[in-house]
């Protein structure tokens, strides 16, 4: 079900309430009734907003808006949420009068129950109908709607309690039901609030952006970059980067290059809209990075190193490493090899015979280092609250486009077996995993000289 239509339902349900309600609040002068068909009202006018909201945000990009219309959505669920704020207040003013005046006078008729079912029952159903429109894609609007409803079952159980208490005579729990409401409410449109500003300010989560940065940094065939640039418009995110390849590069091998990020990028961080801008690396290119440029496209070929060259006469003589598959048989390496061989000494001037040396692969990680100071401090804090531990001499924070890591190293105290110092560690290292759980943690053990 798309956005707009869940919405226009959601409308007509809780149109139908303000009604239903406020005739039977009318009828049998109950104010818990009346003050939910109040609630209601706001809710009509909060879900109008929205749906005016997302029908807009739905329009293509055009001249004045080349990102489209996505943030009159998110101006849509900060609307909505400060309307839900309007509303806690209300509801607060209206406890604090009850409490203030005393007034009791209600008539707890069968018709009030009846509306008070009917108005649960419609927001049963604008719950599942909004809920289900947000399983086909994230939409602030239909949150912010589906949070007003949630609000409307909470505050429809607040009415049938005051209701049910005043048929018994008991009033004041009636009162208090409807403050704890306020805080819900209160949270909710708070929440949706910040939210919802994040958006209209272009922030995106740091989180996001060190996935970008570091698919970036890990793709083999980019030198440096600069620029990067993010921000989320509706339920998109756009990027922005600036990326410089070698020089040698042919324009063809560039765009693929440039195609390959944009879907790495893209498979970390979903909907988005990549936009690459190629430049040539600023640095000219050694007779070593050439070689190893060549070397490197040969298929098979994983890593290059130990490149050297020696004069022999009028020429040179290579020597380099490269590295293959473990696995592959070593008439398959030794193919590899010679592919390298004939190529280098083709595409490269002045080399006069080359000797490559096969190794197997190495798996390397590269990685980005994450300045969190907080999460650091906090680490470290916990780390020192262990009765064995004297202090605390390093904890770096880094990761790679998958994971997160930590590494810290301490000193603990004298006369520890080793395997005690290894339970101290494991039950350390649980400790940070319990509130950092995206970190992968290690311990390290030094002896007291070591950490000077």
């Given at each position: 079900m798309n956005k707009t239509r869940a919405l226009t339902i959601s409308l007509a349900a809780i149109a139908s309430v303000v009604v239903v309600e406020g005739a039977a609040g009318l009828l049998t002068n109950s104010l818990a009734l009346l003050s939910d068909a109040l609630h209601a009202l706001f809710d009509v006018l909060a879900t109008l907003t929205l749906l005016v909201a997302t029908h807009l945000s739905l329009k293509p990009p055009d001249e004045t808006h080349t990102y489209g219309h996505g943030k009159i959505e998110s101006i849509g669920g900060f609307l909505g949420g400060l309307l839900l704020f309007v509303l806690g207040v209300d509801i607060v003013w209206s406890a604090a009068r009850r409490l203030i005046e005393g007034?009791?006078?209600?008539?707890?008729?069968?018709?009030?129950?009846?509306?008070?079912?009917?108005?649960?029952?419609?927001?049963?159903?604008?719950?599942?109908?909004?809920n289900a429109s947000l399983r086909g894609g994230e939409s602030v609007t239909v949150k912010a709607d589906l949070f007003h409803a949630l609000s409307d079952f909470s505050s429809t159980l607040v009415a049938l309690a005051g209701f049910a208490f005043a048929s018994l005579n008991i009033f004041v729990g009636d009162t208090f039901a409807a403050l704890i409401l306020c805080a819900l409410i209160f949270y909710l449109s708070l929440k949706m609030v910040y939210r919802t500003s994040l958006d209209l300010s272009d922030a995106v989560p740091k989180s996001v952006f060190n996935r970008v940065k570091a698919s970036i940094q890990t793709h083999p065939n980019i030198k440096h970059f600069d620029?990067?640039?993010?921000?989320?418009?509706g339920d998109k995110i756009f990027v922005d980067v600036d990326i410089a390849v070698p020089q040698e590069l042919s324009v063809?091998?560039?765009?693929?290059?440039?195609?390959?990020?944009?879907?790495?990028?893209?498979?970390?961080?979903?909907?988005?809209?990549v936009s690459v801008k190629l430049k040539p690396s600023p640095q000219q290119p050694?007779?070593?990075?050439?070689?190893?440029h060549v070397a490197g496209r040969v298929e098979g070929v994983?890593?290059?190193h130990k490149v050297a060259l020696t004069d022999v006469g009028q020429a040179q003589h290579l020597t380099l490493h490269i590295e293959v598959d473990p696995n592959l048989s070593t008439d398959r390496a030794h193919?590899?090899?010679e592919e390298v061989e004939r190529r280098v000494m083709k595409e490269v001037s002045g080399i006069g015979s080359a000797t490559v040396h096969i190794e197997p692969t190495q798996e390397h990680i590269k990685a980005y280092v994450i300045d969190n100071r907080d999460v650091a401090e906090s680490i470290k804090e916990i780390v020192e609250a262990?009765?064995?531990?004297k202090k605390v001499s390093d904890v770096k924070i880094y990761g790679d486009e998958k994971k997160e890591y930590a590494d810290v190293r301490c000193v603990l105290r004298d006369n520890l077996t080793v395997e005690e110092a290894h339970a101290v560690a494991t039950e350390i290292e649980r400790k940070i995993v319990e509130k950092y759980q995206r970190l992968n943690v290690t311990l390290h053990i030094e002896a007291e000289g070591d950490s000077k």
């Open positions: 007034e009791h006078n209600i008539n707890p008729e069968l018709i009030g129950f009846l509306a008070i079912f009917y108005t649960l029952a419609v927001d049963g159903l604008r719950i599942f109908v909004l620029n990067l640039r993010m921000r989320k418009v063809k091998e560039a765009d693929l290059i440039v195609s390959d990020l944009q879907k790495k990028i893209q498979d970390t961080i979903g909907k988005s809209e050694t007779l070593v990075d050439r070689i190893q994983r890593g290059v193919e590899i090899a262990n009765r064995f531990v």
